[in-house]
């Protein structure tokens, strides 16, 4: 479809004050969590699902190479309570993302989303992540592939360009590139990568925001579903952004300080629902962690995307040292363990 033709959808009409909200539906990309390799795998998910019920959950980035060839249902396998969830896929050889596409919507998935963002140098030998923004008649027709391949939503997360690319043009040209392929959402980490001499770390770091850029772009396609990432620290400012942008990924900041999550629903969906508490949601990972026992999942594969959840409170400091300290021998009483040791030392504070 070739962009600026569709009208705006009902979603983007409205004013948005929030006690109006109940009676629209949402853009499904409104909240999301980023993916993140060794990060949102799918006891992170199960976790953060469990403090949102609203926000759109990533998988990390799986090599499509990876799933057709190998155990896809090791990689792909997820809990129903996930949805939404997106799988996202790295590779840049049409016939094979269109086949890990078809398995991943086969598994369940809700989006497959195409990674052009990710600038490390493993990827960047297999031709695929953010050095694919140099390549956007390759990413079209990869969109297209997938896109015959399956009837969920097929989506882009990119950069907004990569090391002397003029940034407004490499975007621009990108996005009109791929979008007539079948690609209507685009998740746009807001700083270029640059691909030699900085490290995946300091490519999320050093390379300056420009979230102006990507505002420009939804103001000038307007059809399309613009969702901002990039250092976005809190709901205060995720909730400023969505006057401008479809929706807004949190990658960092919600697996840093997860209890953020808690607030989602109410605050940008106008849910009325109270936050889950800390203690429910520690029984209910305790419970997941023991069920997890029976199929040989170590407590610290699950603890460990939980050492932030008393970020900012009293106890924290203790929480976060009681679930590390054992590491790989820590039994199915972590989290009851490090609940009482983060409460005796908070009401010692
Ligand atoms: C540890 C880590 C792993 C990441 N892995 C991926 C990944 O697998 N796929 C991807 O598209 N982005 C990945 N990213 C980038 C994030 O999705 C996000 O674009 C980036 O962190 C900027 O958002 P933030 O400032 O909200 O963290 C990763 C980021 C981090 C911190």
């Given at each position: ?39 949102t795998?799918?006891?992170c ?38 949805h ?52 956007p ?65 300091e ?66 969906f ?37 050492l ?7 106890g ?13 021998a ?20």
């Amino acid at each position: 479809m070739a962009c600026g033709r569709r009208r705006p959808p009902l979603y983007m009409k409205r004013s948005s004050p929030l006690k109006e909200d109940r009676f629209v539906s949402f853009h499904p990309h409104r909240f999301c969590v980023a993916p993140m390799m060794d990060g949102t795998d799918r006891h992170c998910r199960y976790f953060h699902r469990l403090l949102t019920k609203r926000a759109r959950l990533y998988t990390e980035m799986i090599v499509a190479d990876a799933i057709v060839r190998g155990d896809a249902a090791r990689l792909l396998a997820f809990d129903p309570s996930e949805h939404p969830v997106a799988l996202q896929l790295g590779g840049s050889e049409p016939h094979v993302l269109a086949a890990a596409a078809r398995i991943g919507e086969d598994f369940g998935y809700d989006e497959i989303n195409l990674n052009v963002g990710c600038p490390s140098d493993r990827v960047q030998s297999g031709v695929f992540g953010a050095c694919l923004m140099k390549t956007p008649d390759l990413v079209a027709d990869c969109v297209a592939a997938m896109r015959a391949a399956v009837s969920v939503p097929v989506t882009v997360k990119c950069r907004i360009g990569v090391d002397d690319q003029e940034a407004d043009e490499a975007l621009f040209s990108f996005v009109d590139r791929v979008a007539p392929a079948g690609c209507e959402t685009f998740i746009v980490h807001a700083r270029k990568a640059w691909l030699k001499g900085l490290s995946p770390k300091e490519n999320r770091e050093i390379p300056p925001l420009d979230h102006a850029l990507v505002r420009r772009l939804k103001d000038a396609r307007g059809d399309l579903s613009v969702i901002l990432n990039g250092g976005i620290a809190g709901l205060d400012e995720a909730q400023a952004h969505l006057r401008h942008f479809d929706g807004v990924m949190l990658g960092r900041a919600a697996y840093d300080h997860p209890y953020l999550l808690a607030d989602v629903d109410r605050r940008l969906f106008g849910d009325a629902e109270r936050a889950p508490s800390l203690e429910s949601v520690v029984s209910a990972m305790e419970a997941y962690i023991r069920r997890g026992a029976r199929d040989g999942v170590k407590p610290h594969h699950v603890t460990r995307h939980m050492l932030g959840l008393f970020h900012g409170r009293p106890g924290a400091r203790r929480w976060r040292r009681s679930l590390s300290e054992k590491g790989a021998a820590a039994g199915p009483d972590a989290l009851s363990r490090a609940m009482a040791a983060a409460i005796s030392c908070a009401a010692a504070e």
